[in-house]
Nanobody, 122 residues
Framework: HVQLVESGGNSVQAGGSLRLSCEVS????????MAWFRQAPGKEREGVAA???????TYAGSLAGRFTISKDNAKNTLYLQMNSLKPEDTAMYYC?????????????????RGQGTQVTVS
């Protein structure tokens, strides 16, 4: 059973940076397809970025260049580095994982999901 615990969310000013972490237990990050999603109040959940077992990454087009997804095999942790934050980045951010990879931005395809960490940009 895969367990995911996010951390790192906070309130920051526009232009600031945050790094979100998703600690994985039960399996190693090298065995999983993983992704970050976010959901703002009143909006649908959307894919932010994904990373496959080999480390190849994919980003939502509008976020590439500001956000970086990465993983640390030794710490068994997934990260999302977010720079130049904007108020529209305000959302609950979720980590998701699965053993099979298909359409990376479809949240329901991930069988393992964290509880989320709140990011507020003002």
């Amino acid at each position: 059973h895969v367990q995911l615990v996010e951390s790192g969310g906070n309130s920051v000013q526009a232009g600031g940076s945050l790094r979100l972490s998703c600690e994985v237990s039960g399996y190693t990050v090298s065995e999983l397809y993983m992704a970050w999603f976010r959901q703002a109040p009143g909006k649908e959940r959307e894919g932010v970025a994904a990373i496959d077992k080999s480390g190849a990454t994919t980003y939502a087009g509008s976020l590439a260049g500001r956000f970086t997804i990465s993983k640390d095999n030794a710490k068994n942790t997934l990260y999302l580095q977010m720079n130049s934050l904007k108020p529209e980045d305000t959302a609950m951010y979720y980590c998701a994982a699965d053993f099979a990879g298909a359409n990376w931005c479809v949240y329901r395809q991930y069988n393992y999901r964290g509880q989320g960490t709140q990011v507020t940009v003002s």
